[in-house]
């Protein structure tokens, strides 16, 4: 018998826990069932908020003409394109990385000094992230529910897994990039906030070149956070680290000099510092 697989993220599971999944599902239907995987379709079709887990779905291909309707191409952003598991052995494993590539396009390693950089200071705030992670959930529960430092390194975990999808060589895409694998891999308000901040300043992002377009493309993302958040510096939120490092960003890089402008940064780091 031919199948259809879709496998569903209710909402808080990562793209690397899809992926495993994904894997156990496909051996299953295949090894145990004895069943023909003829097409693969995973992603965040029903979702309830930061809801664990996924959901699974069975289609079977009576007719051909069903795999030719699924296969039309479709408008809607939701729909990815399916993964084509046909082999001429019916027992075969699908590849889990055509499931995941034909979803999005592979960027491959950037080749540019901008886009080598973009992705090293990204790897760079994975590992932080990755490697601090208790402490954040200690810090987070003096006022918070604990799990910041959880949700952190499922943004971290997604990211590495989705790097090679990301267009490092351009910098716009890149902050794109980012949004998109914060909307599907951190969970809370902080990954509706966080999309919000790196879409706003993508589009801000007028000339990569130049500091002071990366300063107001800083600008334009806080203050996104504070339109569609509410909050303000002050509410003891993620504002209070990033509004200091703005302002002064934006006071000082318009008349800084090439060679001071490690040391301006640096300042600006300390300005978060409450």
């Known amino acids: 018998m031919e199948v259809v697989l879709v496998v569903n993220n209710l909402g808080g599971t990562s793209n690397l826990e899809l992926l495993i999944v994904t894997n156990a599902a496909i051996r299953y239907l295949v090894d145990t069932m004895n069943l023909k995987v003829v097409r693969v379709y995973m992603g965040s079709f029903m979702t309830s908020l930061e809801m664990a887990g996924v959901s699974f779905t069975l289609l079977n291909v009576a007719l051909r003409s069903f795999l030719e309707w699924l296969d039309l191409p479709v408008s809607a952003p939701g729909?990815?394109?399916?993964?084509?598991?046909?082999?001429?052995?019916?027992?075969?494993m699908p590849s889990l990385t055509a499931v995941v590539s034909d979803q999005m396009r592979l960027s491959g390693e950037p080749k540019t000094a901008i886009g080598l950089k973009m992705k090293q200071c990204v790897e760079e705030v994975c590992s932080t992230l990755l490697s601090h992670e208790e402490e954040l959930n200690e810090l987070d529960r003096g006022g918070g529910d604990g799990d910041c430092g959880t949700t952190f390194k499922q943004w971290a975990l997604g990211m590495c897994l989705q790097s090679s999808f990301v267009n490092w060589d351009s910098p716009q895409k890149a902050l794109?990039?980012?949004?998109?694998?914060?909307?599907?891999?951190?969970?809370?308000?902080?990954?509706?906030?966080?999309?919000?901040?790196?879409?706003?300043?993508?589009?801000?992002?007028?000339?990569?070149?130049?500091?002071?377009?990366?300063?107001?493309?800083?600008?334009?993302?806080?203050?996104?956070?504070?339109?569609y958040g509410g909050a303000k510096p002050g509410y003891r939120t993620m504002l209070d680290a990033l509004c200091p490092a703005v302002d002064f960003l934006i006071a000082q890089l318009p008349n800084c000099p090439d060679h001071e402008m490690m040391n301006t940064l640096e300042l600006a780091v300390k300005a978060t510092i409450l």
Request: charged content about 15%; overall charge negative; hydrophobic content about 40%.
């Open 79 to 92: 729909w990815p394109i399916a993964s084509t598991t046909e082999r001429e052995d019916s027992h075969s």
């Open 176 to 227: 794109l990039g980012l949004a998109g694998c914060t909307e599907q891999n951190m969970g809370g308000t902080s990954g509706a906030l966080y999309t919000v901040f790196f879409t706003a300043a993508a589009r801000a992002l007028l000339n990569p070149e130049l500091a002071v377009s990366w300063a107001q493309s800083l600008k334009e993302g806080t203050e996104a956070v504070m339109v």
